[in-house]
C-alpha cells in the first residue's frame, strides 16, 4: 500500500527555503548563479547580461537569445602569410621563388620578386565609414568616448579642403587629384583618418581660423589624437596606400616637446609602408599619382632630416621610380629645393670639415622659383630657398666668415625671410624653421653688427610669436630669443659698469665663457639644452663671442634637431641620431 503525503498547504510551508539550482548559462561560465529577481523567470545573472536562461522554457517568444559573437569580415580573417610579400635578391629566398623561371624571364635589373601577385594600388571602394562590428568592445567604447569618427560640419570641411588644395596640394601631392577626392567626400567614402589628416594639416593656415571654433592648435592636436586612435589596432583602415598619404600628413604636424620626434615617426611610418607595397619601385601598374606619393614621401625626409636633426632615411640609390617629368611647377620646385636641400646636409654629418656649399655657383631665387604661381605656394617655395641658404654656410670655431660669399648669401636669406612676413600666410612647418634659421643667423652676426642685428633680433621673435598660435615650436623659438637677448643685455651692461669702476675682470678665458644658465622663465630645461648659444650668451669682445654657436647649423651638429624632443647629443641630430648612415 503506498502512502501518498500532501504538502501543506499553509504559509509556513510556502516560505520555507528550497535549494536553488544553478542554470546551465552560469554552469558554464563558472559564476554563481542567483535567485530570480521579483517578477523575473530568468536567474539574476542571465537577467543582468540580457541572455537567454535554462531556467525558462526555450519557448518562450518574450526572452532574447544569446547574442552570437560578430563574424568578423574575410579580410580579418585572413591569415597574415597570404599577403603579398616583396622578397629582395639579398634573401636566399628569392632563389627558390624564381627556380622555375626561365632565364630570360628574369631581369637582373631588378631588385626582387614578389611571393605572391603584388597589391593593387588603387584603393578598393568603401561603404560610409563607422564603427566596425568586430572590432573589440573596449576600443570601440574609446573611439566612442573621443569622437574619432566625428567631422566638423560639412560647410567647415569643404573650406578647409579648399584650403588644403590651394596651398598644399600643388607643392605635395600626397592625395589623388582634386576631383577624385572631392567626389569621395560628396559620396561619404573617403577614409575617416585621412580625411582627418587632411582637415589637420589645412587648420595651420592662417585664414583656417575663421572657420574653426577653436583655437587652431587646438583643434590640430584633437584631430591628430583621434586619427593616432583610429589607426591603432589596424581596425579602421587596412589600404597600405590611404595608410602611406595618412602618415605622410601626420608628419606634417608637430605639437609640444616631443612633437618633432612623434612627426619623424609617422614618416617612418609612412616609408615603411610604401617599401612593403614596392612603391619605390617602377613597376607598370604604379600610376602617376602613386609616384608622386613617393616623391614626396622622399622630399619630406629630406626636410625632417633638417627640421628634426636626423638622418636622411631614403637614399636615391634604392629608388628605380624615375623622377617625374611633369607634375605642376610648384612641386617639380619643391623637389629641386628638396635635392638642393640633401646636398646641403652633407655639412652636418659627422667628420665633415667644410663649412660652405661648394658647388658655384649658387642658384638664384629666380633661377628655382618660378613666377605666376599663387602667392601662398611662391611665399612657401621662396622661405624654403631662403632656409637652404641659411643652412648652406655653418658657422665653425671663432672665425664667422663675415667675408665669405656663403655668409653674406647666409645674411641676404636671413633679411629676405623676414621681408615676407606679415603676407606669409604658408600651412607648411618650413614656415616657423624659415624664421627661425634667420633668428639664428642674426644672432651669430651680432659681434659684428650690434645695433643692426638687434633689431632684427627683435623683429624675428615677433614674427615667431606671431606664429605661436600655429606652431607649438614657433612660441618657443621665441622665447628663447627673448631671453638670449635679455642675457646680452645684462652682461655688457654689467662689462659697462665694471669698466667705469676702474675693475677689470680676471678670469681664465674658459671661466669667462661660460655664464649661469637662464633661470627657469617658462621656459623648458630641456630646450636651453639644445640652443647653448642662447642659453649662454657671451660678450661680443672675448673669445666666447667669437665662438658663439650657430644654432641654424649647430642644431644638428649638437644633437637636437629644430625644437625636437631628443635633448641630449646620444638621442638626435646626425652626430647622434644615425651617424655616418644619413
Not at 645695433?451 to 612660441?475: M, N, P, T, Y
Not at 644658465?517 to 640652443?531: H, I, K, T
Request: net charge negative; with cysteine.
Amino acid at each position: 500500500m503506498t502512502t501518498v503525503v500532501f504538502a501543506a498547504n499553509n504559509d509556513s510551508y510556502r516560505r520555507r527555503r528550497r535549494a536553488h539550482r544553478a542554470c546551465e548559462q552560469c554552469k558554464r561560465r563558472r559564476r554563481r548563479c542567483e535567485p530570480p529577481f521579483e517578477n523575473h523567470d530568468r536567474c539574476a545573472g542571465c537577467t543582468r547580461d540580457s541572455i537567454a536562461c535554462s531556467l525558462v522554457p526555450a519557448s518562450n517568444p518574450n526572452l532574447p537569445l544569446s547574442p552570437a559573437p560578430p563574424t568578423p569580415p574575410a579580410d580579418v580573417l585572413e591569415p597574415p602569410n597570404s599577403c603579398p610579400r616583396f622578397v629582395g635578391d639579398l634573401n636566399p629566398e628569392s632563389v627558390f621563388l624564381t627556380s622555375s623561371a626561365a632565364p630570360q624571364q628574369r631581369d637582373l635589373s631588378s631588385c626582387g620578386v614578389w611571393a605572391s601577385p603584388p597589391p593593387p594600388i588603387q584603393p578598393p571602394s568603401r561603404p560610409p565609414q563607422k564603427i566596425p562590428q568586430h572590432m573589440p568592445r573596449a576600443y570601440a567604447a574609446y573611439l566612442e568616448s573621443i569622437d574619432a569618427f566625428s567631422l566638423p560640419i560639412l560647410r567647415i570641411r569643404e573650406a578647409l579642403l579648399s584650403i588644403y588644395f590651394a596651398s598644399v596640394h600643388p607643392l605635395l601631392p600626397v592625395l589623388p587629384d582634386e576631383s577624385v577626392f572631392r567626389a569621395e567626400h560628396a559620396k561619404s567614402t573617403v577614409s575617416v583618418p585621412l580625411l582627418h589628416a587632411v582637415l589637420l594639416v589645412a587648420a595651420r593656415h592662417a585664414s583656417a581660423a575663421r572657420f574653426l571654433a577653436v583655437p587652431q592648435r587646438r583643434f590640430a592636436d584633437t584631430t591628430a589624437q583621434k586619427v593616432d586612435a583610429l589607426l591603432h589596432g589596424g581596425w579602421v583602415e587596412k589600404d597600405r596606400v590611404t595608410l602611406v598619404r595618412i602618415h605622410a600628413l601626420l608628419a606634417l604636424h608637430s605639437e609640444g616637446p616631443g612633437g618633432n620626434e612623434n612627426a619623424s615617426l609617422h614618416l617612418s611610418t609612412a616609408v615603411h609602408h610604401a617599401y612593403s607595397i614596392g612603391l619605390h619601385l617602377a613597376r607598370a601598374d604604379i600610376g602617376a599619382a602613386e609616384q608622386r606619393l613617393w616623391w614626396c614621401l622622399w622630399a619630406l625626409d629630406a626636410l625632417q632630416a633638417s627640421l628634426c636633426g636626423r638622418p636622411v632615411g631614403v637614399r636615391r640609390e634604392d629608388v628605380s621610380v624615375p623622377w617625374p617629368e611633369a607634375g605642376g611647377d610648384a612641386f617639380m620646385t619643391f623637389l629641386n629645393l628638396a635635392a638642393m636641400l640633401t646636398d646641403v646636409i652633407a655639412l652636418y654629418r659627422p667628420g665633415n670639415t667644410r663649412k660652405e656649399w661648394a658647388e658655384n655657383p649658387w642658384p638664384s631665387l629666380s633661377e628655382v622659383v618660378p613666377v605666376g604661381l599663387p602667392k601662398d605656394i611662391s611665399d612657401t617655395l621662396a622661405l624654403f630657398y631662403h632656409a637652404v641658404c641659411i643652412l648652406s654656410h655653418r658657422t665653425a670655431g671663432t672665425s664667422g666668415g663675415e667675408g665669405e660669399a656663403s655668409f653674406i648669401r647666409r645674411m641676404n636669406s636671413a633679411h629676405a625671410v623676414l621681408d615676407l612676413f606679415p603676407d606669409a600666410k604658408a600651412t607648411l612647418p618650413i614656415v616657423p624653421y624659415s624664421v627661425s634659421l634667420a633668428l639664428s643667423a642674426f644672432f651669430s652676426a651680432l659681434r659684428c653688427y650690434c645695433d643692426e642685428q638687434h633689431q632684427h633680433l627683435v623683429r624675428s621673435c615677433e614674427i615667431l610669436e606671431d606664429l605661436g598660435s600655429l606652431w607649438w615650436f614657433a612660441g618657443a623659438m621665441a622665447r628663447m630669443g627673448r631671453q638670449a637677448l635679455e642675457r646680452v643685455v645684462v652682461k655688457e651692461a654689467a662689462g659697462v659698469l665694471r669698466c667705469l669702476g676702474g675693475e677689470e675682470e680676471q678670469k681664465p678665458e674658459h671661466q669667462r665663457a661660460l655664464v649661469d644658465p637662464v633661470e627657469d622663465a617658462g621656459v623648458e630645461a630641456w630646450f636651453l639644452q639644445l640652443f647653448p648659444d642662447l642659453a649662454f650668451p657671451a660678450s661680443f669682445g672675448d673669445a666666447a663671442g667669437d665662438g658663439m654657436w650657430d644654432f641654424g647649423g649647430g642644431l644638428l651638429a649638437a644633437g637636437g634637431g629644430f625644437a625636437g624632443a631628443a635633448f641630449t647629443s646620444a638621442a638626435g641630430g646626425f652626430a647622434g641620431g644615425g651617424g655616418g648612415g644619413v
